[in-house]
Each structure stands twice: as structure tokens, then as C-alpha cells.
């Protein structure tokens, strides 16, 4: 079974950085990307960063600069280091894994962690 885990939401002020971190676990898949999406209250969920296996990356507009993914292969893991952190960032941050696993192509997504960016 793949379990897809973030961590290291939290309260920050306007101007400063959070680090998100996220793995993926389980045994026999392969992976073909990782990314970040948000979803604040009265919004779809966006996406934010990916990253595919070769290390190529895509982000949204109003975080280019500001944000950058990375991932460390070995550990399936996947981090999002955000700077300049603006109250509109503020939302619940979704971590993705996409993996070719038993067979299929699908998109295993985490839990969620809270973002909270105060003026």
C-alpha cells in the first residue's frame, strides 16, 4: 500500500519561510512526478510545484521566485522551501505522488498540512 505523508505546515508572518516536507512510502512503484497543490477556503485546489523524475520543474505564476521543490530520489521524498511568504499563500498545502504502481498510472495525494501566513 502507498502512503503519501507531508509535514512542517504552520503560523508564520508575511515576509518569512516555511518548509514543507513529503514521502511517499510503500514498496514495488515506480515514481514518475511529485508536486504541491493548495486549497484555501473559497478556492479550487491549485496547483503549486511539480517536479518529474528527470528533475524538471513547473510552478504557478504568483510563486515563481518565491518557492523552489526539490526532492531526494532516494528517500521518495519531495520538499517545497517557500520565502517571502505572502497572506495570500495561506491554505491547506497537498502533497501528490505520481506512480506507476500494480500495473496503473495514478495519483496518490497526502493528508494536507495548514499554511497560515499573518500581515
Known amino acids: 500500500q502507498v502512503q503519501v505523508v507531508e509535514s512542517g505546515g504552520g503560523l508564520v508572518q508575511a515576509g518569512g519561510s516555511l518548509r514543507l516536507s513529503c514521502a511517499a512510502s510503500?514498496?514495488?512503484?515506480?515514481?514518475?512526478?511529485m508536486g504541491w497543490s493548495r486549497q484555501a477556503h473559497t478556492t479550487q485546489r491549485e496547483l503549486v510545484a511539480r517536479i518529474r523524475s528527470g528533475g524538471s520543474t513547473d510552478y504557478m505564476d504568483s510563486v515563481k521566485g518565491r518557492f523552489t521543490i526539490s526532492r531526494d530520489n532516494t528517500n521518495n521524498t519531495v520538499y517545497l522551501q517557500m520565502n517571502s511568504l505572502k497572506p495570500e499563500d495561506t491554505a491547506v498545502y497537498y502533497c501528490?505522488?505520481?506512480?506507476?504502481?500494480?500495473?496503473?498510472?495514478?495519483?496518490?495525494w497526502g493528508q494536507g498540512t495548514q499554511v497560515t501566513v499573518s500581515p
Open positions: 501528490h505522488a505520481e506512480l506507476f504502481y500494480r500495473g496503473y498510472n495514478g495519483r496518490y
Open positions: 510503500g514498496s514495488n512503484f515506480v515514481i514518475n512526478a
